[in-house]
Every structure is written in C-alpha cells, then in structure tokens.
C-alpha cells in the first residue's frame, strides 16, 4: 500500500489527546471479545458527560495513526455525536441523536458483490476481525461550509478491500446504507431516494486516508454517527461518508450516488473539497469550524480539506470544475 | 385588561430573542449547540416569517370575528417582524462573514437567495419608518398603498428561506402555504368587493 511520505499536515501527538484517554485505555482483542463488548454499547449513556473519558464500556483498542492527524484540537465529543446529517433519523442536526438510539447495531451483516473473487453475506464480526484499529484524527467538511475535527477508530478501507479480490473489472466500488424504515423513521418521507448510495473510484477507496470507522474518541461508535461501520474520506464532503453500511458492491461502471441523483447540479460523484468551486447556492471558499464559538471567524477552506499532498494526484489532468 | 395585553404580547414576542441571549451567553444553562451561529441565524430567520405572517393574520382576524381588535397588535407584530429581520441580517454580517462588508457585498450579488433576503429587509426599511400613527394620518391612502409591501416582503422572505434549503423543504412549503392562504383571502375579498361594487353600480342604474 501506498505510504504518503510527506503529510501535509504538522504532528503535535500530545496537543490532540488528553493523557486520560491513554491511561485509561483498556485492552480489548479485536475478535470476539472486542465485538461483544462493541455489542453491548449499542446504547450510549449520556453522550455529553463523556467529553474525554475512553474507559468503560464500548472502549476499543487502537493505536494512533500520527502520520494521518492534524495538529488541530478535535471537537468535543458532544459536538461530534449531537450535530450530525444522518437523513435516516431526520433533517435536523439533532435528529440522529434522539431517533437513532433504538437501531439493532447486532446482528448485522454486510453484502459483498460486483466484480470480486470474494462475495456474498458475512457477518460484521468476520468482517472486522483481521483489521487491528487506528486512530486517526481528521477534518471533516460539511458540503454545508462547516466543518470539525474527529479522533476516528478504523481501518484503512483497502485492506478491507483487498480480502475480496477484486478483479480487473472492478473501477468503482459502491455502499449501501441498511434500508429498514421501521428502524430509520427518516426513510419514511422522501427527501433523499432510499437506501442511501456512495460510491468511490477504486484508486479512490484504496488511498490509505480512506478508512472504515467503526468508533471515535476510542469508543464504539455511536448509533448516530453511522454505527456499527461507516466510510471516512477525508478529502471529499461529509456526505461521502455513508454510514451503517450493509453492501459493498463493486463495479465497472460509477455507481449511483444519493446527493448526486437527488441534485445532479449541486452534488457530483467525486465531491472533492474544493474552494474553488463553490456549490451553486453558496459559498464553498471559507467554512465554520464548529466549537470556536461565536465569534470565531470563518476559516478558509483548503483544497482536498488539506490532504492534496497524498490525493491531489489521484485527479491530475482533471478538470475539477467539471467532475465536482 | 386590555392596558396590559400589549405589554404581555410584547414580552411574548421578546421571548424568542431573549433564548437566543441567553444561548449565545450561556446563561441558565440554554445553549444554541454545536454551530452556535447558524443557530441564530436560522431562528432570527424564521421569526422574520412567523412574525411577517401573524401580522398578515390580522386583518383576517378581524374580519372572522368581527372584532377591530386586532388591530391594535397589527403594528406591533410587523415591528418585530424587523426587528427579527435586522438580527438575522446583523448575525450574517457580524458573525458569520466576520463584519466583512466586501464578503456580504460579493454574497448578496453572486447569491440569488441572500439577494433576495437584502431585498425584502429594505423594503421593511420604510414601513417600520412609517408606521407611527402620525405618519399614518399624514399619508392618508398613501399610507395604505405604501404598506402593501408587506406582501412583497413576505413572499420574498418565503422564497429566500425555500432557496437556501438544502433539500428537506417541507418547512418552506408550510410558510408558503400559509402565506398563500392569507394572500389568497385578501384576492378573493378583493373580487368579493368588486362584485359588490358592480352589482352596487348596476342597482342604482337599474333604479334610475
């Protein structure tokens, strides 16, 4: 895999995590131990209490990735898990947080196809079990011009890929959100076609900085912020990070995606961040990086959200402006 | 009673302002979340629409229950109306770009929705300037002819909140179907009262 040499980002390991985390830090196997304890946090108590603290039930074992992460301060764990876009559980930010609390995160079991040696159902337990966890701190931009910073837990998304031996035929690879209205009221209206679609280029998703995040401060992740598995990219807009995914698919030809097919004109397939281009409706140059109160000011947005020196090769001789 | 339902409806309509207070200084525990700002902005945004359309419900009021009234709270309510609309529109100038004024300039050109929102709070500019009672009487019919703006304003401020969704509108659709239905009874009362006046010029021709 390939290794960017020179992140262009600044590592300040001791800015980002409190001690506590560390020393509180237990030690799960990632196998079956690990995933029942994982089980068994479906419910989060309070999410507000826990700004730090990584003990206690759900807390998963990982190292820091510090090659991946940003000298930034991450948000607070209340930010990141009450001000979420997750139109399964409502169009308002605080919507995930209320309704999502009753989704079954096990069983769960995730559907691989397409143009792969390897398919068919597997549970998620098989499905995570030979990727040991990293922490990786990431900006995270909002197509809606703000953004956070988050300590994800994952793995890198190509590892997991590469299991399924995908063929030569594989150019894309597609995810599909569970589509159960009953646990996800949001699909009951219309807003977005339902279930939720993504999809990569296959260079695109075997980038080291594409990961599955499965947890963030070091815990399991909570229901509403795409648990039990969801997709990070951290150079295109939030909303390529399909969450509580349950099908993989691969393909030859590029994937529907939700935004894309519910706006042609205002979401593209790649999504890029890029300043440069800006969302017909607004202004994509500068974001509001949430937690800085109010009389932050507004930040200026960075191509690729700051990662063009490991992905801006993935579309040279690209017209950005065409394939946004 | 009728000395202190003003000052009770004019705390009333101060509460919404004062929650927002209290979020911005966390004061008594309230908090506006995460994106503080957008917090404002949206609900300065939408009392602009509630407060636009409850003083377009007055005169329906009256006429329902046949009780002038109303009336009385019509200025009032249209008062903060703008008053909601200067704070969203301060929040965007001084928060959210920063007090940048070439920012906001460069927005309000290059974005169809905030050109539209600048649009409808100038044109609450001289109706808040004109509605004391004393330019009231001054303009006479003017005053009347004037103050029929608001329809404009209104339906400006519905188009511009509808325009920056990003794709849930079912709350835009709820005020657009609201200020529809008031436009559309002050159209048909109009036509009723044309058919009066018609039907009036046709009796006495009849009778002469």
């Known amino acids: ?324 | 009673m009728r000395q202190i339902a003003k000052p009770l409806v004019f705390a009333a309509c101060l509460l919404p302002a004062l929650r927002l207070a209290a979020g911005a200084f966390h004061v008594a525990g309230v908090s506006l979340g995460a994106d503080p700002v957008a917090a404002l902005l949206h609900t300065c945004g939408r009392w602009t629409l509630n407060f636009l359309l409850i003083t377009l419900c007055m005169t329906p009021l009256r006429d329902i229950t046949h009780s002038v009234g109303w009336l009385r709270f019509r200025r009032m309510f249209g008062l903060f109306a703008f008053f909601y609309a200067l704070l969203h529109f301060s929040v965007f100038l001084l928060l959210d770009q920063a007090g940048k004024l070439h920012a906001v300039g460069h927005e309000i050109v290059k974005r169809p929705y905030i050109t539209l929102g600048m649009l409808a709070l100038l044109l609450l500019i001289p109706l808040a300037l004109t509605s004391t009672a004393k330019a009231q009487r001054r303009m006479g019919r003017r005053w009347t002819r004037l103050h029929r703006l608001i329809y404009a304003v209104a339906l400006l401020g519905v188009w511009h909140f509808w325009w920056q969704v990003k794709k849930d509108i079912r709350e835009p659709i709820l005020y657009a179907c609201g200020l529809a239905l008031l436009l559309g009874y002050r159209l048909w009362k109009r036509r009723q009262s044309m058919a009066h006046i018609s039907v009036a010029r046709f009796a006495r021709t009849d009778g002469a």
């Open chain 1, 1 to 324: 895999m390939r290794r960017a040499r020179n992140p262009s980002v600044t590592i300040v390991p001791s800015d980002i995590t409190p001690e506590a985390r560390y020393l509180s830090r237990r030690t799960l196997l990632a196998g079956g131990l690990g995933l029942a304890a994982l089980q068994a946090v479906g419910r989060f108590s309070r999410p507000a209490m826990a700004d730090t603290a990584a003990a206690g039930p759900g807390a998963l074992t990982f190292t820091r990735n510090a090659a991946f992460s940003p000298a930034e301060a991450p948000n607070s764990y209340r930010d990141i898990t009450t001000y979420n876009n997750y139109y399964e559980f409502g169009t308002d930010k605080s919507d995930p947080a209320e309704n999502a609390q009753g989704l079954r995160i096990r069983p769960w079991s995730v559907t691989v196809g397409g143009e792969a040696e390897v398919t068919g159902s597997f549970t998620i337990e098989d499905i995570l079990k030979p990727h040991p966890l990293e922490e990786r701190v990431y900006r995270l931009r909002c197509v809606e011009a703000w953004s956070m910073v988050v300590p994800w837990i994952g793995f890198p998304l190509g590892d997991l890929l590469k299991r399924f031996k995908p063929t030569s035929k594989a150019k894309f690879v597609e995810f599909k959100t569970l589509y159960d209205p009953k646990q996800m009221p949001g699909q009951r209206s219309s807003v977005l076609e339902w279930p939720y679609m993504e999809g990569l280029r296959i260079d695109e998703a075997m980038h080291p900085l594409a990961i599955m995040a499965v947890g963030l401060y070091g815990k399991a992740l909570p229901n509403q912020n795409g648990a039990p598995m969801r997709l990070i990219v951290p150079w295109k807009y939030g909303f390529k990070g399909i969450k509580a995914i349950v099908g993989i698919k691969f393909t030859e030809r590029m994937p529907r995606t939700a935004w894309a097919e519910a706006a042609p004109n205002e979401y593209g397939f790649y999504a890029n961040v890029n300043p440069a281009v800006d969302h017909p409706r607004w202004s994509q140059a500068s974001e509001r990086r949430l937690g800085g109160g109010l009389f932050d000011s507004r930040h200026p947005t960075l191509p690729f959200n700051g990662y063009a020196a490991e992905v801006a090769g993935l579309y040279s001789g690209m017209d950005l402006r065409r394939y946004f």
